[in-house]
């Protein structure tokens, strides 16, 4: 049985999404059976992973009373444009405290893909230069909206903690339920993890639903221990807030950050290559900042290092975030267009035989 199940939920996302096997791409890699679970396409303004947290999230704040919600992340933050969507489908205002992460003077990373879409959801938008206390930003904001007579409710960024997490929770339920329908066996499940929400929520999620799937993290932005610290501190407050009897161990957070990097920087050419790959092989789009560094440690993993084991069946977990292509526009052109790519030929080679 779901333990979510009677906490405070609204229904918005268009569930189950797909599980889907990327056979192309698991036979030019040479490894293992690869799958793909699209939370790409949770629907809401153009789908991705919060939606799946907001559902709770925003739950809470209706219960909570609040007219406002206030959330943070960087200026191209899919967590910040699925909140500023849902609020205005709720009619609620919504404000957003976005730091200026963008690199040199880049006006398609900084007002373009998701910038964009929050400007259309009306959210009421507040740039802050990079670095800068973004804590404290939203607790000064909802000091002015309360002064103001305002009800407003924080949203941490990403939707990461113990109501937001309970999103991936019964995602884990989801997916045992369609591995039970498709009679498949699934060895790990591979995602890019940066708040810890998504991750702690599966772990959680797996343990409740008696089903044993490993889940290794590729951080974007952490280091390994830091990272694997904050995944647990939301496994335990998750497993507190549903009054589990049994909290899932230490040694279920499995996080692998041999690829870090500034969460925001610009894409490596191995990463634009992983994304192109995946879009040339499956049909599939993957976003430059999160998704396509993680499919790039994929890769690697699996072509590089042989973590995995020829006949295991793996599933990679897609948080969304297409939207923020049309953000790295120019370094997506650059890197298609330039002749002397060795990566991209490789693809080019691979996908004509």
Known sequence: MNPTGEQDRLHFSHLPTPLEPMDRLGRYLGGPHLFIKRDDCTGLATGGNSTRKLEFLMADAIAAGADVVITRGPIQSNHARQTAAIASKLHMQCALALEDRAEGDDSCYSGSANVLLDRLYGADI???????????????????????GKRPYVIPSSGSNAVGTLGYVNCAFEIAQQLRGQGLRID????????????????????????????????????????????????????????????????????????????????TASTLAALTTVARYESILLDPVYTAKAM????????????????????????????????????????????????????????SR
Do not use: W
């Open 126 to 148: 507040h740039r802050l230069p990079d670095g800068f206390d973004m804590d404290s930003a939203t607790r000064a904001l909802a000091k002015r909206y309360e002064a103001v």
């Open 296 to 351: 790039d440690r994929l890769i690697g993993l699996i072509v590089n290092d042989r973590h995995f084991r020829k006949g295991e069946n793996i599933l990679f977990l897609h948080t969304g975030g297409n939207i923020g292509l049309f953000g790295c526009m120019s370094r997506i052109d650059d890197f298609l267009t330039c002749a002397s790519c060795d990566e991209l030929r490789s693809v080019d080679a691979a996908t």
């Open 188 to 267: 790990r499940v591979v995602h890019a993890t940066v708040g810890g929400g998504t991750q702690a929520g599966l772990i959680v999620g797996f343990q409740l639903a008696q089903i044993k799937i490993p889940v290794l993290g590729i951080s974007i932005g952490q280091p390994r221990l830091a990272q694997e610290q904050k995944v647990y501190d939301l496994v335990r407050q998750t497993s507190e807030h549903l009054r589990l009897q049994e909290t899932p161990s230490r040694s279920d957070v499995a996080v692998d950050s041999d690829y870090i990097d500034d969460c925001h920087a610009a894409p």
